[in-house]
Structure formats: structure tokens, C-alpha cells
């Protein structure tokens, strides 16, 4: 249904509803997406320190290096949204970040090169922080509640 037909429906008062919208396919998609996203952040957030510390490094060592993943990510946020905002397109702005930040730990682990698993880490970092920013705006541009009549 066009906007200003479902703007106008909201303005009238008639009453919306969701029924059927928690069973839809493209909102268990991006349940599912956005839960492997955040079990990334939280793997990362969890771990990291703890693989520092593998290495052999102090504790300054490891809170000074374990701020660099967060740090990248943080850059990553904004530079990675401006060229989604420029190109508006989120598909492969989400896909490519998820991957990638799945796909870093697991060679990080296979690799017995501290600093190359360091810079996994941190890639994996930035692609798992600015896979969040392009999440985002595609759900809100759905429409998720549907007019009862139409």
C-alpha cells in the first residue's frame, strides 16, 4: 500500500494492527541476521581480551590493544554509513560486513602469527560494529502494521 494512503488510514483513527507480521518471512530473516550480528559483537566484546592475553601481554597491554577493535569499529560506523547513505544501498553493506566479521575470528584462530590474528581481530572488529549501522534503516523503511481494511 502506498504511504499516503497509510498515512491517511493512521490520521483517520482507524486502528493498525501487526497481526501476522511477527510471522512474516522477512521479519524472522532479519531476527535471525540481526541475532548473528550482535552474537558477534558480544563474542568479540567477550573474548578479545582473553585472546590478548594468550598472547602473552599485560594487562595495559591488552585494555590499550582490546580499545583498537572498538575504535576501528567506531570509524568504521561512520565511513561505512556515508557510503551506504551515497550509494543507498544496504543489502550488500549488511551481507559483506556479517561475513567478513564471521569469517576473521576463525582464520584469526588457525593462525599462529599473534599480529596477524591481532589484525583479524581487528578487521573482524570493524566489520562486526559497522554491520549494525546498515541494518537499521531497512526495517524502518518497511511497513510492519497494515491497516485492517484496506
Known amino acids: 500500500m502506498p504511504l499516503r494512503h497509510r498515512t491517511r488510514q493512521e490520521r483517520s483513527g482507524a486502528p493498525l494492527h501487526s497481526e501476522g507480521s511477527a510471522h512474516s518471512c ?33 594487562s595495559m597491554q591488552t585494555g590499550a590493544l582490546g580499545s583498537l577493535s572498538a575504535l576501528a569499529g567506531a570509524i568504521g560506523m561512520v565511513l561505512w554509513t556515508r557510503q551506504s547513505d551515497a550509494t543507498n544501498e544496504r543489502r550488500w553493506h549488511m551481507v559483506l560486513p556479517c561475513v567478513v566479521g564471521a569469517i576473521g575470528p576463525v582464520i584469526a584462530g588457525g593462525i599462529h602469527s599473534p599480529t596477524v590474528s591481532f589484525l583479524l581481530l581487528i578487521a573482524a572488529g570493524f566489520d562486526v560494529y559497522t554491520s549494525l549501522t546498515s541494518f537499521w534503516p531497512p526495517p524502518t523503511a518497511m511497513p510492519i502494521f497494515c491497516p485492517m481494511s484496506e
Open 26 to 58: 522477512r521479519i524472522l530473516a532479519l531476527g535471525v541476521v540481526y541475532f548473528g550480528a550482535v552474537v558477534g559483537l558480544y563474542g568479540l566484546s567477550l573474548w578479545l581480551p582473553a585472546i590478548l592475553r594468550s598472547f602473552g601481554l599485560s
